[in-house]
Nanobody
């Protein structure tokens, strides 16, 4: 059974950093696009960053470019989101997502995401 488990959220001051982790099981990450989404209170879920498979091309939401970095450690079945220079508007629950290879897309990472983690809360506040 495919499973995603996020960790690493917490409270951080503006300008601070956090690294989120998403450990996967039940599938080989080699062939799956991986993504991070977030959802702030009262707002729709939005894609923050993604990584294609194959090729490991990375895409980012404009507001996080230069501050966030998505990476994967395939042998550890883990994808990360390094977040620097955090801002109050980054406050949200962050979700890891993936999808079967048939939905992979080299331009957008994936046409849809079918599998989601439970989320980890990031709060940026002084």
């Amino acid at each position: 059974q495919l499973q995603l488990v996020e960790s690493g959220g917490g409270l951080v001051q503006p300008g601070g950093s956090l690294t989120l982790s998403c450990v996967s099981s039940g599938f080989s990450m080699d062939y799956y696009a991986m993504a991070w989404f977030r959802q702030a209170a009262g707002k729709e879920r939005e894609e923050v960053a993604c990584m294609t498979s194959p090729g490991h091309k990375m895409n980012y939401k404009d507001s996080v470019k230069g501050r966030f970095t998505i990476s994967r450690h395939t042998s550890a079945n883990t994808v990360y989101l390094q977040m620097n220079d955090l801002r109050p508007e980054d406050t949200a629950t962050y979700y890891c997502a993936t999808t079967p290879p048939k939905y992979n897309n080299q331009a957008t990472c994936a046409r849809q995401y079918d599998y989601w983690g439970q989320g980890t809360l990031v709060t940026v506040s002084s």
